[in-house]
């Protein structure tokens, strides 16, 4: 009976061990080499049963590559502790030289499998370098970029300016990869997620003007037969704008195997809305929510009796002198449209995230704007002009009263320091990546797009760190 038991034990140890491998060798390892087939088999063989079945094992093996093609390869630096299941080290990034947390959340099952990995910015991230100059700053950032450029880990536009004083714009990478056409500081990328901070302005504007309210119920607006069952009466207008309404994400298995073609219009979207159940009851939680902002997309066409597209290009674009920017459908003539790639498991170079895409962005995400005209926005958002003081303000702070994340506002994420408050929104999809940050304290503004996936994080780091190197109230043009 003991030699069974210490049997037991040291089989349980053994696993023990090899899970905690997985993060200081087999993972790294297999990270670094850069092999396509390789990391298929790997991850066919190490991926939890779980996260397979939900999100598809190509899921899985993008983000992969995508994160091998950003950070290229890493060099282990410190093993830690093991935290509850994550198995935790710190690494190197080969491509941009910055150090990150490499975590592996494992099952707790053994034998142990991977459920996903992330890595991230240390938390112990202050630097203490000698300030800089605009112009160090200027050099130091071109090099970077340039440098993520020649390893293909950065491909995108750029532009940091201090109220309307643009400090420093710039653009690397292709637009189209196929013809060899260079991106331009003019370029138009799709944004993403950012037009949920349209949407939001949208709906605020009409709240504004007594057209609208926060409790009014999405019901009072939108047919039921939008809607899937469960308590979609409770929904309210707020809920819609923090995320807190319990509909879910129209991304799904019936968007990726239907025709992108019909997206033209908010109609095209019903039976995803409809089909996709609630999550949970509405307002006591909260979950990130595409159909949910399509959702108050709709609500603005029936209060204000405009198309959605028509609302966004007279009461936002045109409002901020937003020229280069809209939701322009896939299949026509567009000039400066950059076009998205990514890494798949189904191809060894550079794929085109074209038909990936709704043919027309909505009130969630997925039109195309450019860095100057995301300028543009922040200023007329920051002077009032989109909308007055009081909501703008609401806006921007965080909703935890609600149940809403910590880190979100009315559409817009919150973060930073209380001498420090940055607020904006990311994007991101198969070929796209972005951010706005406004600094209100400082009146910085950071714009970065990207026509690659999972490559901004690196950027808006560094790009961070030489700010905080710099006295901001000294800043000014060269």
């Known amino acids: 009976m003991l030699k069974r038991l210490l049997f037991l034990l040291i089989t349980s140890c053994t696993l023990v061990v090899k899970a905690q491998t997985v993060v200081s060798d087999t993972f790294i390892t297999m990270f670094n080499t850069g092999n396509r087939v390789a990391v298929i088999d790997y991850l066919e063989n190490n991926m939890s049963e779980e996260r397979v079945e939900r999100y598809g094992i190509d899921a899985h093996v993008g983000v992969f590559l995508n994160s091998q093609s950003t950070y290229g390869k890493l060099t282990l630096i410190e093993r830690l502790p093991n935290n509850e299941n994550n198995q935790q080290t710190v690494v190197v990034s080969e491509n941009n030289r910055q150090t990150y947390l490499l975590t592996i959340n494992l099952t707790e099952t053994l034998p142990q499998k991977i459920n996903y990995f992330s890595l991230q910015d240390p938390d112990n991230n202050e630097n203490s370098s000698p ?37 420093l714009k710039t653009s690397v990478g292709f637009a189209n990869r196929e013809w060899k ?15 949920k901070m349209f949407t939001a302005i949208s709906a605020l504007q009409l709240i504004e003007k007594g057209e609208l309210n926060f409790d009014d119920k999405l019901v009072q607006f939108v047919d039921k037969s939008w809607l899937p069952e469960g308590e979609v009466e409770l929904i309210t207008v707020r809920q819609l704008l923090t995320h807190t309404s319990g509909l879910g994400n129209f991304f799904n298995s019936d968007f990726n195997a239907s025709n992108k073609e019909v997206y033209r219009d908010l109609d095209a979207y019903k039976p995803l809305v409809s089909g996709t159940p609630l999550l949970f009851t509405p307002g006591t939680r909260n979950r990130y929510s595409n159909s949910g902002m399509l959702m108050l997309g709709l609500i603005v066409e029936k209060v204000s009796g405009l198309p959605y597209y028509d609302y966004i290009q007279q009461n936002i674009y045109d409002q901020a002198g937003m020229s280069k920017s809209g939701s322009f459908e896939l299949d026509s003539v567009t000039p400066n449209l950059a076009i998205g790639y990514l890494k798949r498991s189904h191809s060894e170079g550079w794929v085109n995230s074209t038909y990936t895409r709704a043919v027309k962005g909505s009130p969630a995400g997925g039109g195309f704007s450019t860095v100057s005209d995301l300028h543009k926005f922040a200023l007329a958002l920051t002077n009032y002009q989109l909308l007055g003081k009081t909501l703008t303000e609401q806006a921007y702070s965080a909703k935890t009263q609600y149940n809403s994340a910590f880190w979100y506002g009315y559409g817009f994420s919150v973060s930073g320091t209380l001498d420090d408050r940055v607020v904006g929104h990311g994007g991101a999809y198969l070929g796209v990546d972005a951010r706005l940050d406004i600094h209100l304290d400082s009146g910085l503004i950071v714009v970065i797009l990207a026509n690659q996936s999972d490559v901004v994080a690196p950027v808006r780091r560094e790009i961070n760190q030489l700010l905080t190197k710099m006295k901001t109230k000294n800043i000014s043009k060269d």
């Open 181 to 195: 056409q260079k991106n331009q500081v003019d370029t138009r990328f799709s944004i993403g997620s950012m037009n």
């Open 131 to 167: 300030k800089i100059t605009l112009s160090e700053l200027k050099q130091q950032l071109f090099k970077f970029i340039k440098k993520l450029n020649d390893k293909d880990a950065f491909s995108g536009s750029i532009l940091v300016a201090k109220g309307k004083d643009v400090l």
